[in-house]
């Protein structure tokens, strides 16, 4: 990479303004294309059948009445994806859970599909479908999975990590451990500890688009497929890996995206269309429901994790230690050691101690949701901080500021901070006029701080210049939330022009250099860097260029403000030739002026947020309102403005659901009960106050604009926030999320009796 | 040489070694060299590992130069959404 990626403090004319969004026209209108909205000649429709069962060995599949029925042009089975993943673990599950092959894993697990000339053949083909199931013991609980009682859901399985290697299969898949210092020793210096345990219920990231896409393979043995995804080149190498394809003979073309939010990082779907269409030699759409979304899709991990804390009369905490569970489906994951690495990562500690269990269950593989895991260990860690600080009698601000993490900190997962920004956001919290504003009865007020990682990644951009001297910007992260725009305004920045003139798409994966996903924050992080890098070599073109036009050295053109400029005092009367004009001659100096960037955007810097949080709580029935929001975030730089502030609400929001009412319910039976939004409540406009919001930009050093990701930090504290205010509205701890009303409720009860 | 910091399930693996001293210039020569070290290492490393150097994590760019005096922390390569 010849690019120098370090924050150089320049002043900005395009960043750090808000201008409309390029695609706002098109989505108020419904012109906007999202997954479901592309068809092609001659497209079949697919349709899957799915196991009414949590565990059950799958003995034999009759697919012959449905191939009969007329209108059938394809049915397909595990058998018509044969596994070719070549001793590759992680991929044998994702082509396991596109199609289930010896077992049915959960309710919902994918058992055989059909492609037909309409729904209705389609559905009636998946009735016709016999399938002889040897019906097994099932467990979706995250505790009761990890006793020895419990149903083995992989007899393959033997627990990694541990000191001794087990002679039994378990559904712990791995143990991970991460600390440093001696936490015996630290709780011997405590002079209050506080220990509580907690559970977090399974959600689903709740993107209203549905997965959905439409397959065309060839008889020559390229294809196409026109999908929903947050990363098109990713989901290129999975299909092509699992159906046996060279990936360039597989083009991927993103559709507009209605969320993903981490649940469209994984295929489902895609390579269930493929197969179809290549077996009916057919177009084959294939869009999901929401009852399949929810039975079958990658909700977050449920989760059961221990806490204690302990601290000095003075404020200083001496010692912590949490014990993480968390669910992964049934299929091996690292969501808790993800917990368990950013638990206590806000804190400066002497002594601390995480251990994380990966949990098999007879749910979907987990998938990634925003910050994944990092939400429910900051519940379980804030919520015992909010506590231990009560205890003390110190204000719950202050106690977190005084053991703040700061530059020079060993994290507790690990290395020393840099420049970190965890105590501008409380100091800010601290400053905050929400912080002052008085509170009614029955009220209670909450704050709590977040940690993510953030991550950049792979990542190439083509900026072409048009003879008219407008701009196509080709960008290779999908746009989840505004990078468009951003993007655009960055390459403003570079070129010295306007906004206006530059136009950024989406490219397919036929017409740019691999792309990883958009997520771990990346986006606009990610794709400014390789944009200001493709801006300055088309610059160092359209210097060239100008240097011809005017018969000069190279060496004597700068270029400043959109303009190529002969300087030295013998080019001293040469008139400024603008990009236009430059590129209105291209033609006759070389040929199409274009600027292309290859690089891997690494040093994205870890991120920080601190959230407050206003609820009311009705003591008769357990009922909620969240009456204020407010929420700090160190954005580092934030380019669109407007885009940040929405990610900090976006995030802000969907952890007021998660916290109060969100959460999948089985039955004894093993099946998901409410896999609808009737049932499974996320928040609308009226259950949200308008969320304030308050961006810090503290640059980070390896972004030349000082860039950091903003996606995902937003959604840690929420839960935690939420819980305390909860806990103190109520006057009581609440542990379990989401805090529906019957469990607050309750919990007023028992201490009311107890 | 620099002294590198295993991740716990990672030190396992090295012989029960948390810290190891390799001689490196940049990432790239350290993972060969620890897995030319310690081969139980190698398949971790083909999963994917991250390099913290002075406490800013890089996952993909194995040409980043190893300062001497700098900590250099292994993690394991993390999902993000």
Redesign the interface.
Known sequence: ?NFDPRYSGRNFTSVGTRPIRPDGVDKVTGRARYGADFNMAGQLVGRVLRSPHAHATIRKIDTSKAEKLAGVKAVITAADLPDLTDGDAAMYDILDNCMARKKALYDGHAVAAVAAVDARTAKQALKLIEVDYEVLPHVTDVDEAMKHSAPLINDAIFT??LEEKPVKPSNVT?R???GHGDIHEGFGQADFVVERSFKTEQTH?GYIEPHACVANVSSDGTADLWVCTQGHFVYRQHCAQLLGMEASKLRVTSSEIGGG???K?HVWAEPVALALSRKAGRPVKLVMTRDEVFRASGPTSATSIDVRIGARKDGTITAAEATLRYSCGPYAG?WA??GA?TAFACYKLENVKTVGYEVLVNRPKTA?????SAPMAAFAVESAVDELAKEIGMDPVEFRIRNAAQEGTR?S??????PIGIGPTLEAAKNHPHMKAPLGKNQGRGMACGFW??????TCTDLNIGMDGSVSLAVGTVDVGGSRASLSLVAAEELGIPYEQIKTVVADTSSLGYNDMT????GTFSSSMATISAARNAIKILRERAAQMWDIPVDDVVWEEGHAIAKGATHGNLSPLSLKEIAAASGKTGGPIAGHSEL?A?????SFATHICDIEVDPETGSTRVLRYTVVQDAGKAVHPTYVEGQYQGGAAQGIGWALNEEYIYGKDGRLQNPGFLDYRIPVCSDLPMIDTQILEIPNP?HPYGVRGVG?TSIVPPLAAIANAVSNAAGVRMTHIPMSPPRILAAIEAERGG | MVEV?L???LG?IAGGKSKVEIEAKDIRELFRKLAEQYPGLEPYIDRGIAV?I????????W??ELPEGA?I?L??R????
Do not use: C, H
Request: without cysteine; proline residues 4%.
């Open positions: 990479m990694e990590g791995k991970t451990q991460y990231q939010f981490g649940g990082t690292m050691e993800i690495m990634a949701y925003r910050a994944p994290s997962y690990g290395p020393v901070y840099g990682f953030n991550f950049g990644g792979q997520d771990g924050s990346r891997v690494d040093g994205a810097g870890v390896n995902e | 910091t991740w716990g399930s396992a913290a002075d406490g800013t994590i890089y996952r993909d760019t040409s980043k900590e922390f993690l394991p993390l999902a993000g959404g």
